[in-house]
């Protein structure tokens, strides 16, 4: 993979982003604005997200401390109010390698959920800090890591947002520094009062600490061979317009490590932002569409490389896309990008041939919303599954739903609307979608707004059951709805069959944080019912993006990507479900998977001791409230011994799509272990 470095591409590469105002319909490709790497020394200009609701704290009587500094920029110069002073590690006669901290005694306790760091404002690079942990403290003995990662390397304010925490003390520490030297500098860093309490553990699971990223994550996939998690914007880091630049910015997330890896993808010509995301049946990753509108890049998981792939006969943006049963992948729709006169009409991908083949009879006009801004909007992030004998089951945004077929030429056939007992759903732009139950075919289909912008997200919530193609599926209300309507949220199926779902606002706008619901809920299937889960505190809007780790926790990212602006969230959070903790918080001790293997449609399973349950769900990607690869098949197990079963996969491609599925197992307390990977490819 080529990849340059970052800090040469941020200053002497970028041309500059558009201010725009989330009130104006967005469009591809505007013009170039001001430069949104620069800042007034004698400014605080926002272009990250701050604390939510966060308030700056009197820094009057504060003390610092650091480990090292320079004669003439001793650490209280990072808390002296004067953007145009800093602090420097020391640098005359010898220079202590890193890592290096600072130090804030706040001489009082306030409940905070972040702090900031700006930069040195003096057109120097030296000592910024790129790879960091940031850790508060109640009493200056007993300390928490409440975020970690690796912040961009330009000279705007840097946040740390985290859960609010009641403390006294703060501090940052630097790990590495943006070109490899050995110093560390702080112009201005300031702490957040939250102005609320601390969320207390309730059994409604948890939110861990936040990991920041020198990009925003708009999309995102999991490695199913090394557990990492790749996301990426687009030809910048933190906006979406105003260049022509076929590159995109990525960073890889280590779980195992914290360590936050960017690099830039420019060797596939390809912006991949707002793009169709689909791991097809060799288990590679096809990337389409987007900002770069015809283009194709394949992403190798053994090798990790990413590699130009066919052009699409059809240009789009905004499209959705499945794998089918044969392994292929299906799009359709996409008018955000490449124009609106031509009809997004269905295309499939072969990846033995490496083409794609143009499916005339697949119209996209079946699967269209009523959008007031037309088809620019209406046959955006189509509910895609894969099914039975290569059709592809659309069941939403749009109230109708339809079944595609991509044999031959293709077709399309109604398949209803979304109607239950309580009337039509409305068009749900925007809404979330999950196969929780690949065997049954049973879909929850929750959320959304009847227009992409400037309308009111709704609660409605419904069970859909899909049997043979092309047969008219059912539909059910789910229990009484959401607790909270939703545009722009995140679904994700979890090892027991529940469904997570987060973010989102009450009012859709894009690139806006009025309006955000904070407080996730959880489906619960066999209860038929949601509930709450613990609140968070960063707001995951438009743009942000849910992933199912293999260590059965949920990461949760993104919102934004709007240039001048103050809601770019460059980070992402990791939601512990409950079914991983004692009624305490606690970590629960969780069942281990010591073997796994496939012979035929028979699945063998080693134990370190007794479990009681167990599921395959297929690895995910994510971006725009879409993730068509994930479903969850819950698998009935033979029990051989206490550490020997066996279970009979289906035998319906359909059902289980080919490519990499995580195998969880759970024992009688309900909790997870961590995944086995089976590589289910053709």
Same mark, same amino acid.
């Given at each position: 993979?080529?990849?340059?470095?970052?800090?040469?591409?941020?200053?002497?590469?970028?041309?500059?982003?558009?201010?725009?105002?989330?009130?104006?319909?967005?469009?591809?490709?505007?013009?170039?604005?001001?430069?949104?790497?620069?800042?007034?020394?004698?400014?605080?200009?926002?272009?990250?997200?701050?604390?939510?609701?966060?308030?700056?704290?009197?820094?009057?009587?504060?003390?610092?401390?650091?480990?090292?500094?320079?004669?003439?920029?001793?650490?209280?110069?990072?808390?002296?109010?004067?953007?145009?002073?800093?602090?420097?590690?020391?640098?005359?006669?010898?220079?202590?390698?890193?890592?290096?901290?600072?130090?804030?005694?706040?001489?009082?306790?306030?409940?905070?959920?972040?702090?900031?760091?700006?930069?040195?404002?003096?057109?120097?690079?030296?000592?910024?800090?790129?790879?960091?942990?940031?850790?508060?403290?109640?009493?200056?003995?007993?300390?928490?890591?409440?975020? *970690? =990662?690796?912040?961009?390397?330009?000279?705007?304010?840097?946040?740390?947002?985290?859960?609010?925490?009641?403390?006294?003390?703060?501090?940052?520490?630097?790990?590495?520094?943006?070109?490899?030297?050995?110093?560390?500098?702080?112009?201005?860093?300031?702490?957040?009062?939250?102005?609320?309490?601390?969320?207390?553990?309730?059994?409604?699971?948890?939110?861990?600490?936040?990991?920041?990223?020198?990009?925003?994550?708009?999309?995102?996939? *999991?490695?199913?061979?090394?557990?990492?998690?790749?996301?990426?914007?687009?030809?910048?880091?933190?906006?979406?317009?105003?260049?022509?630049?076929?590159?995109?910015? #990525?960073?890889?997330?280590?779980?195992?490590?914290?360590?936050?890896?960017?690099?830039?993808?420019?060797?596939?010509?390809?912006?991949?932002?707002?793009? !169709?995301?689909?791991?097809?049946?060799?288990?590679?990753?096809?990337?389409?569409?987007?900002?770069?509108?015809?283009?194709?890049?394949?992403?190798?998981?053994?090798?990790?490389?990413?590699?130009?792939?066919?052009?699409?006969? *059809?240009?789009?943006?905004?499209?959705?896309?499945?794998?089918?049963?044969?392994?292929?992948?299906?799009?359709?729709?996409?008018?955000?990008?490449?124009?609106? *006169?031509?009809?997004?009409?269905?295309?499939?991908?072969?990846?033995?041939?490496?083409?794609?083949?143009?499916?005339?009879?697949?119209?996209?006009?079946?699967?269209?919303?009523?959008?007031?801004?037309?088809?620019?909007?209406?046959?955006?992030?189509?509910?895609?599954?894969?099914?039975?004998? !290569?059709?592809?089951?659309?069941?939403?945004?749009?109230?109708?739903?339809?079944?595609?077929?991509?044999?031959?030429?293709?077709?399309?056939?109604?398949?209803?609307?979304?109607?239950?007992?309580?009337?039509?759903?409305?068009?749900?732009?925007?809404?979330?979608?999950?196969?929780?139950?690949?065997?049954?075919?049973?879909?929850?289909?929750?959320?959304?707004?009847?227009?992409?912008?400037?309308?009111?997200?709704?609660?409605?919530?419904?069970?859909?059951?899909?049997?043979?193609?092309?047969?008219?599926?059912?539909?059910?209300?789910?229990?009484?709805?959401?607790?909270?309507?939703?545009?722009?949220?995140?679904?994700?199926?979890?090892?027991?069959?529940?469904?997570?779902?987060?973010?989102?606002?009450?009012?859709?706008?894009?690139?806006?944080?009025?309006?955000?619901?904070?407080?996730?809920?959880?489906?619960?299937?066999?209860?038929?019912?949601?509930?709450?889960?613990?609140?968070? #505190?960063?707001?995951?809007?438009?743009?942000?993006?849910?992933?199912?780790?293999?260590?059965?926790?949920?990461?949760?990212?993104?919102? =934004?990507?709007?240039?001048?602006?103050?809601?770019?969230?460059?980070?992402?959070?990791?939601?512990?479900?409950?079914?991983?903790?004692?009624?305490?918080?606690?970590?629960?001790?969780?069942?281990?998977?010591?073997?796994?293997?496939?012979?035929?449609?028979?699945?063998?399973?080693?134990?370190?001791?007794?479990?009681?349950?167990?599921?395959?769900?297929?690895?995910?990607?994510?971006?725009?409230?879409?993730?068509?690869?994930?479903?969850?098949?819950?698998?009935?197990?033979?029990?051989?011994?206490?550490?020997?079963?066996?279970?009979?996969?289906?035998?319906?491609?359909?059902?289980?799509?080919?490519?990499?599925?995580?195998?969880?197992?759970?024992?009688?307390?309900?909790?997870?272990?961590?995944?086995?990977?089976?590589?289910?490819?053709?």
């Amino acid at each position: 993979m080529k990849t340059v470095n970052l800090y040469t591409w941020l200053v002497c590469g970028l041309s500059g982003s558009l201010v725009h105002g989330a009130r104006l319909p967005l469009r591809a490709r505007a013009d170039p604005g001001k430069e949104h790497f620069g800042q007034n020394p004698n400014a605080n200009q926002l272009f990250a997200a701050p604390p939510t609701n966060g308030r700056i704290i009197d820094r009057t009587g504060w003390k610092v401390t650091c480990d090292s500094f320079e004669p003439g920029n001793e650490c209280s110069k990072a808390i002296d109010g004067d953007n145009t002073t800093l602090w420097h590690t020391q640098y005359s006669g010898s220079s202590p390698p890193p890592p290096h901290t600072i130090t804030l005694d706040m001489g009082s306790t306030y409940n905070v959920n972040g702090l900031s760091v700006l930069p040195r404002q003096d057109n120097n690079q030296n000592g910024n800090i790129a790879r960091h942990e940031v850790s508060v403290s109640p009493d200056g003995t007993n300390w928490e890591v409440v975020a *970690v =990662g690796n912040w961009a390397t330009d000279a705007l304010t840097k946040y740390a947002n985290f859960e609010t925490r009641k403390i006294r003390y703060a501090r940052v520490k630097a790990l590495t520094e943006i070109t490899g030297n050995p110093w560390t500098s702080i112009a201005e860093l300031q702490v957040f009062d939250a102005g609320a309490e601390p969320t207390q553990y309730a059994g409604t699971g948890k939110w861990g600490p936040t990991i920041n990223f020198p990009t925003v994550p708009v999309a995102g996939m *999991v490695d199913p061979l090394s557990g990492k998690i790749t996301i990426w914007s687009a030809y910048a880091y933190d906006n979406y317009l105003g260049s022509s630049f076929d590159r995109v910015f #990525t960073s890889i997330w280590d779980p195992a490590t914290n360590d936050v890896e960017p690099k830039i993808v420019d060797n596939t010509d390809h912006d991949m932002f707002c793009p !169709g995301i689909s791991i097809d049946g060799t288990g590679k990753v096809i990337v389409t569409g987007g900002n770069s509108k015809y283009k194709t890049t394949l992403y190798d998981f053994p090798s990790q490389a990413w590699t130009a792939g066919p052009d699409m006969k *059809v240009p789009r943006g905004y499209q959705s896309s499945a794998t089918c049963s044969d392994g292929r992948v299906f799009t359709i729709g996409g008018s955000w990008s490449g124009g609106e *006169v031509e009809p997004k009409d269905g295309e499939i991908y072969s990846p033995q041939t490496k083409s794609w083949t143009m499916l005339s009879g697949a119209k996209v006009a079946n699967m269209l919303t009523a959008d007031n801004q037309g088809v620019y909007r209406s046959d955006n992030h189509g509910w895609l599954f894969g099914w039975k004998n !290569g059709t592809v089951f659309q069941a939403g945004p749009s109230t109708a739903m339809n079944w595609y077929y991509t044999n031959g030429n293709g077709n399309v056939q109604s398949a209803g609307k979304r109607t239950s007992n309580r009337g039509d759903d409305p068009d749900s732009m925007c809404g979330i979608a999950v196969m929780y139950d690949a065997t049954q075919g049973k879909i929850l289909a929750a959320g959304g707004s009847p227009a992409y912008q400037y309308s009111n997200a709704h609660t409605g919530a419904h069970i859909i059951t899909i049997g043979n193609a092309g047969a008219k599926p059912t539909v059910q209300f789910a229990s009484n709805g959401l607790w909270s309507a939703r545009a722009f949220g995140t679904a994700t199926v979890l090892p027991n069959g529940m469904t997570f779902i987060t973010g989102g606002q009450s009012y859709a706008i894009p690139f806006e944080d009025s309006t955000s619901q904070l407080t996730p809920e959880m489906y619960d299937p066999a209860r038929d019912s949601f509930f709450q889960q613990a609140p968070n #505190t960063i707001p995951r809007n438009y743009h942000s993006i849910s992933l199912l780790m293999p260590d059965a926790r949920v990461f949760n990212a993104g919102g =934004g990507l709007c240039g001048d602006c103050n809601t770019n969230h460059f980070d992402g959070q990791i939601y512990t479900p409950s079914y991983l903790l004692n009624t305490d918080g606690s970590p629960a001790a969780r069942p281990t998977i010591t073997s796994a293997s496939v012979s035929g449609s028979r699945l063998s399973i080693g134990t370190a001791g007794a479990i009681t349950s167990a599921s395959l769900i297929r690895v995910g990607t994510s971006t725009h409230t879409v993730n068509t690869d994930q479903r969850r098949i819950p698998l009935t197990l033979n029990r051989r011994s206490n550490t020997a079963y066996t279970a009979n996969l289906p035998t319906d491609r359909g059902i289980l799509l080919p490519g990499y599925w995580m195998l969880f197992v759970m024992n009688s307390n309900g909790v997870p272990s961590v995944a086995k990977i089976i590589n289910l490819s053709l």
